[in-house]
């Protein structure tokens, strides 16, 4: 039989920031709702009750001497020294971020020169032919970066690819938004190759797509919910409720896409691997899908989970799950040889994606 192309991961790596925030740093806030009115619930009725839909119980953000692409490049290096593989010898470098480098105290965004190059620079790669640039996607930035990748490799042009997922969402923040306890920092990574083989291995399969007519500013830019706060700095606001609503109804139609391209039910699947955006809408979306694709009951120990302490870092959730996962830092939680799995995430756009991948 012809051997066929394949995308394999071959190395994963990951940057946990260091300084940890918990919900109890967030009891002196003094909070608002959208429309400028103080909430009238305490901190601690707020904090509790976030707690209990999202499962974050503390996140990490990075510390002021960093930006979004020194822990791109960090993970970029985790995973390179454990593929052992030769930088130079990287065909593309793609950074899925949102908000390019945010300095400390400053909630611009800089995105030139992309952070790619950035990342290419931090690393010392000399070779020209390492084309670096970025995709600003939402939270499924990473994952569409890994789709591009795929293409890139299956078409037998190149041979390597890095994709990092990094964002430090803490500087973009509102402090007087009570979904500021919601967002996180961190990077992952992962080094593709492309692999002959005569059995399906690596990425199996990927649907997207995009809802913008009626769907586009569920994540946007705006104000300050603080009514007395001076400038006109930008902040990341989110309509939570419409977006769980669409994320329910939508997500498991594009996973149920890509196990059908894959020729894979759902009962064959060991691990989802899901945007890390909230546990309970997580758990609905899996329950959803094990539903109308007739997997039966769905068992929490498919999805794992790192909310509870890393909070959501947007592109950086799904990769950097995997890289833990992979490393042996989660006990629960193994992907053997020949395991089916699935990648999904949903975010601003709105974007949505999924990934069906054989582990090698």
């Known amino acids: 039989m012809e051997k066929k192309l394949y995308s394999v991961i071959v190395g994963t790596g990951s940057y946990v920031?260091?300084?940890?925030?918990?919900?109890?740093?967030?009891?002196?806030?003094?909070?608002?709702?959208?429309?400028?009115?103080?909430?009238?619930?305490?901190?601690?009725?707020?904090?509790?009750?976030?707690?209990?839909?999202?499962?974050?119980?503390?996140?990490?953000?990075?510390?002021?001497?960093?930006?979004?692409?020194?822990?791109?490049?960090?993970?970029?290096?985790?995973?390179l020294e454990s593929s052992r593989i030769d930088k130079e010898s990287l065909d593309y470098i793609i950074v899925a971020h949102n908000f390019g480098d945010v300095r400390a105290g400053s909630v611009r965004s800089d995105f030139?020169?992309?952070?790619?190059?950035?990342?290419?620079?931090?690393?010392?790669?000399?070779?020209?032919?390492?084309?670096?640039?970025?995709?600003?996607?939402?939270?499924?930035?990473?994952?569409?970066?890994?789709?591009?990748?795929?293409?890139?490799l299956r078409?037998?042009?190149?041979?390597?690819?890095?994709?990092?997922?990094?964002?430090?969402?803490?500087?973009?923040?509102?402090?007087?938004?009570?979904?500021s306890m919601i967002y996180a920092d961190g990077a992952g990574a992962t080094i593709l190759e492309a692999v002959g083989?005569?059995?399906?291995?690596?990425?199996?399969?990927?649907?997207?797509?995009?809802?913008?007519?009626?769907?586009?500013?569920?994540?946007?830019l705006g104000r300050s919910y603080d009514p007395g706060h001076q400038?006109?700095?930008?902040?990341?606001?989110?309509?939570?409720?419409?977006?769980?609503?669409?994320?329910?109804?939508?997500?498991?139609?594009?996973?149920?896409?890509?196990l059908e391209k894959a020729g894979l039910p759902i009962t064959e699947i060991r691990k989802v691997l899901i945007h890390q955006a909230n546990e309970k809408m997580d758990e609905a979306i899996l329950k959803r899908l094990f539903k109308i694709c007739g997997g039966g009951e769905f068992k929490p120990e498919v999805m794992p989970m790192i909310i509870?302490?890393?909070?959501?870092?947007s592109v950086a959730t799904v990769p950097t799950l995997?890289?833990?996962?992979?490393k042996g830092k989660m006990e629960d939680h193994k992907l053997e040889s020949g395991a089916a799995i699935v990648f999904?995430?949903?975010?601003?756009?709105?974007n949505i994606n999924s990934v069906v991948y054989r582990m090698p």
């Open 17 to 79: 920031p260091v300084r940890r925030v918990s919900n109890s740093d967030f009891l002196d806030k003094v909070l608002f709702d959208g429309s400028g009115e103080r909430l009238k619930k305490s901190n601690r009725e707020t904090i509790d009750k976030l707690a209990e839909i999202t499962g974050i119980r503390e996140r990490r953000h990075v510390t002021d001497d960093l930006v979004t692409s020194d822990i791109a490049a960090l993970a970029a290096g985790d995973a």
């Open 322 to 326: 995997l890289d833990l996962i992979l």
């Open 197 to 220: 083989s005569d059995k399906p291995v690596g990425i199996l399969a990927h649907a997207a797509r995009t809802d913008s007519l009626e769907h586009a500013y569920m994540l946007w």
């Open 112 to 152: 030139v020169p992309s952070l790619a190059a950035r990342v290419k620079h931090k690393l010392k790669i000399a070779n020209p032919a390492t084309v670096a640039y970025d995709v600003v996607c939402g939270c499924p930035g990473w994952l569409q970066g890994m789709i591009q990748a795929d293409y890139y």
């Open 231 to 258: 400038g006109d700095e930008l902040y990341i606001k989110m309509d939570g409720h419409k977006l769980y609503e669409y994320a329910l109804k939508t997500v498991p139609l594009v996973v149920k896409e890509s």
């Open 344 to 350: 999904a995430s949903v975010g601003a756009g709105m």
């Open 308 to 313: 509870s302490w890393l909070g959501n870092s």
């Open 155 to 179: 078409s037998g042009d190149c041979r390597r690819v890095l994709v990092i997922g990094a964002d430090t969402l803490s500087r973009v923040s509102d402090a007087n938004d009570r979904d």
